[in-house]
């Protein structure tokens, strides 16, 4: 009877130890298009409930809402001493008002408060701001995770072409947006498929936190566009969110008028190299087969 109840026991146990991981995740919502707010909790250790590490994130947190200088909507510190140092970081879109960006940084850290809670690092994206915290330094290093990416429910028309114009708009945006100071690396614009048959705009946004060197922006922002194929190939609109760079696409203007701009691609203008070198090439052909028919 002994070993019986020390055999339920064990399998107990094991099963108990199978399921804690699933447990541990169940505060991670799943991220969708229409979500304002996508968090992850990442869950590498716990801090004590009102103890010093708590106290120090409330802190340090409060002091990003709360400054009223605009930083280029960019805040980046930490506060104690270890084992209860917190490094935090606060990035607002860079179209947005300082009030906005207020708004949004106390918002995401009321979210991360709820449903990471206990949890020594988590990170936010909001429509308008991106927060993050952890008990490991984070300032200065571009980091590819936790990542989310999420797609319009809506197919482009045209998906092939749209795809083809996106892609050469999105590495324009880059080199935009990594050409960027240490205050701000950020771009935003439009462009019209011509040739479509309803002169579809396309509008972008791409930002870098700004404590990344040119480098490792642009390569932050070429890797999460290479996400959007399996993410949200052929759609609308999408997302990608990094901790270090995100961008997101639409084909209606969904961030602020003054920051939108028409920006032009190589051989996609109306009277690019893609409507003028065809005939061009055509003629020199053609004369190149007659010469040739002559000297026979």
Known sequence: MDSSRLLILFIVSILLGLLAPAVAQVNDAVCTYKDDFCRRCSYIGTYEEGGAYQKNLNTLLSSFSSNNKTNSGFYNSSTGQDPYKVNAIALCRGDVSLNDCHTCVNQSSSILFTYCSNQEEAIIWGVFCMVRYSSKLIFGTQEDKPSESVASPFNANDPEEFDLVLNLFLDTLTEKAASGDSLKKFAAGHVIMQGSTTN?????????????????????????????????????????????????????????????????????GKESSFTNTCPTQVLITSFLVCLLYLLA
């Open 200 to 268: 579809q705009p396309i509008y972008a946004l791409l930002q870098c936190t700004p404590h990344l060197g040119k480098k490792s922006c642009s390569d932050c922002l070429k890797g999460a566009i290479s996400k959007i194929p399996e993410c949200c190939g052929g759609k609308q609109g999408g997302r990608v969110l990094k901790p270090s760079c995100n961008l997101r696409f639409e084909t209606n203007l969904f961030y602020n008028f003054t920051a939108d701009s028409l920006v032009t691609l190589p051989g996609m």
